[in-house]
């Protein structure tokens, strides 16, 4: 049977593609994460043809065989550190590509210069960004994702949670599902499967939004704090984007972070004293609208929003300075709320 040519190459670049991969997880990786468990599965998350444990020992040994002349660095093994480099374990022999903390880096900074949107330093920053990282380290085009908002932010401080958000950037941007061990709000520690798809902070903590493969409820879609993540690993499940799920429309209708699936939005009508200035220069929700705005400081809103807890909080937070117009139900709440405040003392 005569050799296909086509074949031997194309075997051969995903030979080289599989080594340059291996070489930068082992330069870059840190902890538990050099274990050969490890380099297989994100080895397997990368690659478009998974490979085998017996693969992965003839790719290890190619890599030896590479580095073995080169200036004296070792690829080498432990128990208590797993594959590393040594005596420099940031060494990389293939070093034409930015490595992942690389990216991770340019990734990061591309979502910090959200805050410049609509302007030319936002758009000129993005296309050097996209254009250094367009070509992965399988040569595979990656475009258009400095578009996607990954990262949405109030401010730039580092927030509840916030030593998370460096892998699950990453995990955004290479399409990885994570193994995360999650406390929930009763203290229960759960292993869930998510593919974590957006980052938002809010009043200094911050939270994913991502698809839960263990959720038992129709809408899988969902908010977690990530000062509730105990511990998180790459998942064997692969990364599922969930088609109906938009950023911009998810968070539309709320007060911070959460999206309340089973409510419509509400119209509430809102009379602010001695705030008018701060709500008109800084609006306190997107949706937003004046209808009166008087010399005597009298200012009357709407904002169309979810019927929910944090929507409750904003408007007390504002005290006597603020009066609900409508509708009547949320009015009630407030009553009651003030009302169990004056039954204190």
Not at 169 to 174: C, D, G, M, S, V
């Amino acid at each position: 049977m005569p050799i296909n040519k086509n074949n031997v190459r194309l075997n051969a670049k995903h030979s080289q593609e599989r080594i340059e991969l291996l070489d930068n997880i082992i330069s870059t990786a840190a902890g538990k994460l050099h274990s050969k468990d490890f380099l297989l599965k994100k080895l397997n998350q990368s690659l478009p043809k998974k490979i085998s444990l017996s693969q992965l020992d003839k790719d290890l040994k190619k890599l030896r065989e590479l580095i073995k002349n080169d200036g004296g660095v070792s690829l080498q093994f432990s128990q208590d550190q797993g594959y590393f480099y040594f005596p420099d374990k940031g060494y990389r022999y293939f070093t034409g590509s930015i490595d992942d903390e690389e990216k991770r880096l340019l990734l990061l900074a591309s979502s910090l210069f959200s805050v410049f949107e609509g302007t030319p330093l936002q758009g000129k920053f993005s296309k050097v960004v996209d254009r250094i990282v367009s070509e992965s380290i399988t040569g595979s085009t990656v475009s258009g994702w400095t578009d996607f908002r990954l990262l949405q932010m109030e401010n730039m401080q580092n927030g509840n949670g916030g030593k998370w958000v460096s892998v699950l950037l990453e995990a955004i941007y290479e399409k990885s599902c994570l193994k995360i061990v999650y406390k929930g709000f009763r203290n229960q520690e759960r292993i869930k499967n998510i593919c974590p798809y957006v980052l938002k902070q809010y009043q200094n903590r911050w939270y994913m939004v991502g698809f839960d493969y263990d959720c038992n409820r129709p809408h899988k879609t969902n908010v977690f704090a990530l000062d509730r993540i105990i511990d998180m690993d790459i998942s064997v499940s692969p990364y599922f984007f969930d088609e109906s799920f938009n950023a911009e429309d998810f968070f539309k209708y709320s007060i911070g972070v959460w999206h309340w699936y089973d409510s419509t939005p509400i119209t509430v009508e809102l009379e602010f004293t001695n705030y008018s200035d701060a709500i008109l220069s800084s609006p306190i929700h997107s949706s937003q609208k004046v209808l009166v705005n008087t010399d005597e400081r009298k200012l009357i809103i709407t904002l169309e929003v979810y019927d929910s807890p944090e929507l409750i909080s904003l408007i007390n937070s504002y005290g006597s300075n603020v009066k609900v117009i409508s509708p009547d139900s949320l009015k009630d709440k407030i009553k009651k709320d003030a009302q169990r405040v004056l039954d204190m003392y």
